[in-house]
């Protein structure tokens, strides 16, 4: 039995219908505003306006990298994963080979390079833990209709409270059972920022071998 999003709480068609038509071309959108640092958008979360980043997504992506929602630090700079355990993901993501060397903010060239950014919540907070039940229900069944639309191989959860936030309490991290997908795709969920180096090791070796096997 696959493990996925399905049984969570849908959103109204509207909301669903709205993030349908932000996919393909993250720089304009129905469903919010955006303003002209880099990817940062203004959009309705909830019944409250909020000003976060846009998904970048579209079909064909190797990849789709999910957390739990964006930093203020990254929503200020308009890109993905600005603070210091953000760099972390990024240094490891260029480990496995899915961020292209080269200047510019590393969002941008990661996703040119065929890896696609999105949360389960949009709202921005400090802290993780300041995000509620009722925010990670509603965000998740908006994350699994969205990765669907793209028909990604692989969903790359940067930190683990994103991947039990969709799919229940599991034991470690890396590559997960096939019978525990989300919307059709792999889930890799990454060790912690401050996992043993040599667990994060062994760990990005399975996310590049998967990756070097599935391009083959």
């Known amino acids: 039995m696959v493990v996925s999003a399905s049984s969570s709480p849908v959103p109204d068609r509207s909301a669903r219908s709205a993030h349908r038509q932000t996919l393909e071309t993250p720089q304009s959108t129905t469903e919010g505003s955006f303003n002209r640092t880099g990817h940062t958008i203004q959009i309705d979360w909830l019944g409250s306006t909020v000003t976060t980043l846009a998904d970048l997504l579209r079909p064909g992506l190797a990849a789709v990298t999910v957390g739990v929602n964006p930093a203020p630090i990254s929503v200020a700079a308009g890109h993905y994963y600005q603070g210091a355990a953000g ?22 060239r990661a996703y040119a390079g065929g890896v696609g950014f999105s949360d389960v919540v949009k709202r921005p907070t400090r802290k993780a833990e300041e995000v509620d039940k009722s925010e990670l229900a509603y965000g998740r069944a908006l994350l699994e209709d969205k990765l669907t639309q793209v028909g990604t191989q692989l969903v790359i959860f940067t930190f683990k409270k994103a991947a039990t936030a969709l799919l229940g309490d599991f034991p470690g991290h890396g590559l997960l059972s096939p019978t525990r997908q989300l919307a059709g795709a792999r889930v890799f969920v990454m060790p912690g920022p401050y996992e043993k180096s040599d667990r994060t090791a062994r760990a990005l070796e399975e996310l590049k071998h998967h990756l070097l096997t599935e391009s083959s």
Do not use: I, K
């Open 87 to 108: 760099q972390t993901f990024y240094r490891r993501l260029a480990a496995v080979g899915l961020l292209p060397p080269g200047s510019g903010y590393e969002d941008d």
